[in-house]
């Protein structure tokens, strides 16, 4: 009673838990893979630090029981680079001076690899405008500050974030073609 | 965070059966809310029955024209579905203007639906509050209550109802399926929610062990005219997004020859459950689409509003928002 | 990138150091990346919420529920008796008779003394082998409260019969504040004002009001707490000044300073909110008493609660003016809500009544400015520190005046604007340039956003791009664009006296085949670029490429507060004064070796560059791998900026201020009257910055201070009900900018060095967040016309209902 038996795809890793069923996927994240790169901003949801992706979608791994992820593929901020490379985002990060104390960017990084894969999609944002036709949303500066608001940055980088996730979501674009 | 049970049956009725029988038992789609208020400590649930993997993912055209959207379905995937976005833009556009993307992903339908009202005071574990804990009074009433309700609270309770997809189903005049230990109903989605009164421990009127499978929306009302149905969203927040509405309307509003042939007003942000506005509707309907007719019409329906000390301004924000809102739809058709 | 450096173009000599450039690549000037960028984008920086150790237990506080009471008995027994707790604390268990701390004045209770004065304070610790656990136990503590009367802001604390909060006060104002519940009172007085009045053609007054702002740093307080063998302590914090921690805890633990090891972890901004100690002494005393490990991490909701506040203000003001815009004298008295403990309130005051004035000439004033000892929230340093609440109101004032006058507000401003040579009210000249109406000039003259912003090509209205985006009603015909303008003053460094300094220690050696400096501070590094900023000096004096940052701790001298703008000048200085120690030995040890080879080792003046010794024409006389064989030269130094005096407590006057800082905005703002939203379309900012050591820091410095401003103007205000309880400490409740409220930040930069200063260079991190506030109000008021005496700007306060 209370705990449960899950097993998660963590960064392409296959991980087996037993885990007390209040554990969030953050804290298994935090606490039982010494995974630390995701962060604790608020813890409800509001902040956007801890945001991962899960099955290829950003979420706030705060609010989500990890036991309710069973079978999940989760890749966190560690799971981006190869040692060979940083992913394109997170080049564009530094190259941009996009973050200064940093604690929101694994967040920040997550989300907007998540924000570029809706996009190109063809998901709409709040500011997409209803008679565009479908098809992949070009992410220009609007559409970026609207999908990357729930990515709060109290050092106020945001100018910089905008600049590091247009570049990004060009060098994914080029990528992918 | 209180220690409970897990688990996730393989069937709907599996899931009806373990909920019914444990009085501590709630159902866990996205978890977004439950989970959030599970850390707060203002819910302490025994056992999490998890329905997100339940067959209710499908959002399918009906036989008569309508839409039947799982309750699970994730808001974002709602709101990027083509069928919504074609014929019912308001609801995405309420889906769109909620929470945050990575919010939008994780919570369901269903969830959406039933999420808590909000205060200050209920959230807050070491203040007193009657919804929280009957009995215990409502500090809010005297407190912080800039966004709080004015319109249908009661003595015990001024909560507000948040969702913005609650809102815009309401204009759509949505039904909700649900499944249950007494066997399956429906329920127009408005009827879905009650106001504080003196339960405001209860938001809605599900029985324990009920389960939301669907919401179903009749087929859009379209304008003699035109095929593009007349209907929209708009949300008044502090911040420009990633915040809940001060205030919110969803209107849909067909004019035929310079009069009201068919309208439907919903409110959000003004009390515990999305606001139909009846009265409105009524005085409307066949009256000409004039400014002046919107301003009477909405001031009606806000008459019965009751402001505190801070909340007042809502009243105001309400009637621009709304009369603007139908002007701008009439402009259109 | 929108920045533009600029040359001399006023007054102001460039220091000798200054005239010759540096070859050497990475050295100051240079836009160089921060060298934990890559660790911090791959999530490897470790931050102090991050740190974890085999063994460890969780510590957790438990926290007043009343703003002010009485503790009549505390029951620890249940939460004990708990499985898995290992320790619970209260005031009675603390070791010594040192049982308070603080920045100023020692008035903190480490743990509740029998007496709780502000929602949240912390009355008990639980340390415990799970977070949850030492939560649950915690919430078994029985503590039998009796509630005493609140005081609540200005008339409840002066009373006649106001409870005293602080009975047995022995700080140094103590004896001069006219009532006990006044934390510190700073009058200035020059000139005449009354008499100056008279001569005053318009009279302005006005009453403003600023709410409690929070840093809401992203990272919540943490550290981990690790006994040592030798009975001493290790500390792994994340902090802004790890020697004033350290002074403050030492004494409550009972050891001696030797036997408190800090060391800075990673920091997840500041802002302020880590000047003052947080769960520092309760993680070492959880692990004294356990003999364990003990880590502590607040959580959001305890993080509103764990640190000061920016002091919400009232403030009153009059100004007087000729005919022809000259401001003839200024009144003003400012009230700062302090809350329940002093934190650096006497230093806000100070600030708050010195700055008072704003960046202009008036010669007759009449100040007064006070912090309040209230049951609220204590409130203590956060980025602008006293200076953001007066600059709301001075510059209110001076677009009340232009209006009065009939006079455009920037010309009102240049008007009266201050230039060097001029006289504070504190009686002190400004040493050093102060071009305040060049930077009204520079930002008055950038380009404005086009008109209609949110109109498609084909005439129509993008609704998206209305304020509001698409909740906005009109088609643009409801929106009305406002411009409105600001710019403050700030000082730089530490002040009244104060003996601030830095250390550095720098040690330069040969490490596989190159020359290799390590600096070694106890700056703490909080986002604001410090340590890149130290490498390029190093490199930049040492004349090396490779320079590593050795983590900061207390095993070297202090460096003083990562505040008040200061350290790239006080560490920054302390780092170029102890590279320069370091090349003397350097050239004292090549005139040894090689010093007959060649005669310019006796004649020229030498530097060190791209790994090289060179004449200052250019010659090159030895590898510095050459010159050090395998020395290794090690020097730590400290190094002060020069001294100020502390205000007359009557008079106010006294060379009170290191240096001052200047920035100047423009907001362009568009309002929906009719729903009160706003949306600012741009916020550019010119700043004079003394000499960028690195233009991309110093640009993102500028960036996040007008975002915070930003927030400040429309969203961000702490709720304290009358009942002084905190209503809103969470991210749902408390709103911060997102990415779509900032508006593009074009910044134009000027650099006229400051002699007194290290490179010329001035303090910049705060000076942007005064003015960003006052110019989006001030925007807001033109396209309204609404009087907007209050931030935050609220729906409610535009729709007027």
Known sequence: MGRTAVTLEINAQSCAFDLDNRTTLLDALREHLGLTGTKKGCDHGQCGACTVLVDGMRMNSCLLLAVALDGAQIITVEGLSSDAALHPVQQAFIDHDAFQCGYCTPGQICSAIGAITEAASGWPSAVTPQERPLGPVPLTAPEIRERMSGNLCRCGAYVNIVNAVTEAAEAVGEAAR | ?333 | MGTQMRGTAAPGRTPTSLSRRSRTKGGIGESTLRPDGTLKVIGEFAYSSDLWHEDMLWGFTLRSPHPHARITSIDISKALAQAGVHAVLTHDDLPTAHTQYGLEYTDTPVLADGVVRHHGEPVALVAADHPETARRAAAKIKVDYEPLPVVHDEASALADDAPILHPNRDDHHAGHVPHPNIVHRQPIIRGNAAEAAKRADVIVTGEYEVGMQDQAFLGPESGLAVPAEDGGIDLYIATQWLHSDLRQIAPVLGLPEEKVRMTLSGVGGAFGGREDLSMQIHACLLALRTGKPVKIVYNRFESFFGHVHRHPAKLWYEHGATKDGKITHMKCRIVLDGGAYASSSPAVVGNASSLSVGPYVVDDVEIEALALYTNNPPCGAMRGFGAVQACFAYESQMDKLAEKLGMDPVEFRQKNAMSQGAIMPTGQIVDSPAPVAELLRLIKAMPLPPEKQWETARGAADVRALPGGLSNTTHGEGVVRGVGYAVGIKNVGFSEGFDDYSTARVQLQVIGGEPVATVHTAMAEVGQGGITVNAQIARTELGVTQVVIHPADTQVGSAGSTSASRQTYMTGGAVKNACEAIREKVLETGRRKFGTYHPAWATAELLLEDGKVVTDSDEPLADLVDVLGDEVIDIELQWRHRPTEAFDPVTGQGFGHVQYSFAAHRAVVEVDTELGLVKVIELACAQDVGKALNPLSVKGQIHGATVQGLGLAVMEEIIVAKDAKVCNPSFTDYLIPTILDTPAIPVEVLELADEHAPYGLRGIGEAPTLSSTPAVVAAIRAATGLPLVRVPVRPEHITGT
Not at chain 2, 127 to 148: I, V
Not at chain 2, 159 to 186: E, F, I, K, M
Not at chain 2, 282 to 290: I, M, V
Request: glycine share 8%.
């Open chain 2, 1 to 333: 965070m209180k220690t409970f049970r897990y688990e996730r049956p393989a069937d709907p009725a599996a899931a009806v059966t373990l909920v019914a029988g444990t009085p501590g038992a709630r159902y866990l789609a996205g978890g977004t809310n439950l989970v959030d208020l599970m850390k707060l400590g203002v819910e302490t649930p025994e056992l999490l029955v998890d329905v997100s993997r339940l067959p209710f993912g499908e959002v399918e055209e009906t036989d008569t024209g309508g839409l039947r959207i799982g309750a699970a379905v994730r808001g974002s995937r709602l709101a990027a579905h083509l069928l919504v976005r074609e014929r019912y833009p308001a609801l995405s556009q309420a889906l769109l203007s909620g929470a945050s993307a990575q919010l939008r992903n994780a919570a369901t339908i269903g969830g959406n639906l039933l999420q808590r009202t909000r205060c200050l005071y209920f959230q807050d574990v070491s203040k007193p509050c009657n919804k929280r804990r009957p009995g215990s009074g409502c500090p809010a009433r005297e407190g912080a209550h800039r966004d709080l309700a004015v319109l249908g609270a009661s003595e015990h309770c001024i909560a507000t109802n948040t969702s913005d997809l609650a809102v815009a189903l309401a204009a759509l005049d949505a039904t909700v399926h649900l499944t249950g230990p007494a066997g399956v109903r429906s329920l127009p989605l408005t009827d879905l929610y009650r106001l504080p009164g003196d339960e405001p421990e209860r938001d809605t009127v599900l029985r324990h062990g009920e389960l939301i499978t669907s919401v179903e929306l009749p087929p859009p009302p379209h304008s003699a005219r035109s095929r593009a149905p007349l209907m929209v969203y708009r949300k008044v927040r502090d911040r420009a997004s990633y915040a809940f509405a001060l205030v919110s309307v969803a209107a849909v509003l067909d004019v035929r020859d310079a009069a009201v042939h068919e309208v439907r007003l919903a409110f959000g942000g003004l009390a515990a459950r999305p606001w139909r506005a009846r009265e409105a509707e009524q005085a409307l309907q066949g009256r000409p689409a004039t400014e002046e007719a919107f301003v009477e019409a909405v001031r009606t329906e806000l008459s019965a509003c009751r402001p505190l000390r801070e909340n007042g301004y809502k009243l105001a924000l309400a009637e621009r928002l709304a009369v603007a809102v139908l002007a701008d739809l009439a402009g259109q058709g």
